[in-house]
């Protein structure tokens, strides 16, 4: 059974920095994609980053690009997200999700899998 837990959100004041973990079990990177999504209220859920590491493609949106990092430890069977220089509009619920991909894992479209989700606040 495929499973992802979130954690790592909280409060912080901007220009500060977070580092978020999806933990996974019942499937390893190699045959999923791992992406992380947020949701800001009254806004529908956006892809934030992804990683496939068996081609070793990671991608991220403009709104993140040179201030979030996606990682993954495969001994750990957990992907991080570093959150840096962190904005008030970086705020919203943050969810990890898998999609069995063998290439480019940017279609968050197809996302199939969900944690439950961690809440991260950033206050101006």
């Known amino acids: 059974e495929v499973q992802l837990v979130e954690s790592g959100g909280g409060l912080v004041q901007a220009g500060g920095s977070l580092r978020l973990s999806c933990a996974a079990s019942?499937?390893?990177?190699?045959?999923?994609?791992i992406g992380w999504f947020r949701q800001a209220p009254g806004k529908e859920r956006e892809g934030v980053s992804c990683i496939n590491s068996r081609v070793d493609h990671k991608h991220y949106v403009d709104a993140v690009k040179g201030r979030f990092t996606i990682s993954v430890d495969n001994a750990k069977n957990t992907v991080y997200l570093q959150m840096n220089s962190l904005k008030a509009e970086d705020t919203g619920v943050y969810y990890c999700?898998?999609?069995?991909?063998?290439?480019?894992?940017?279609?968050?479209?197809?996302?199939?899998?969900w944690g439950q989700g961690t809440q991260v606040t950033v206050s101006s």
């Open positions: 999700a898998a999609n069995r991909v063998s290439d480019y894992c940017s279609n968050y479209g197809g996302y199939g899998y």
């Open positions: 019942g499937f390893t990177f190699d045959d999923y994609a």
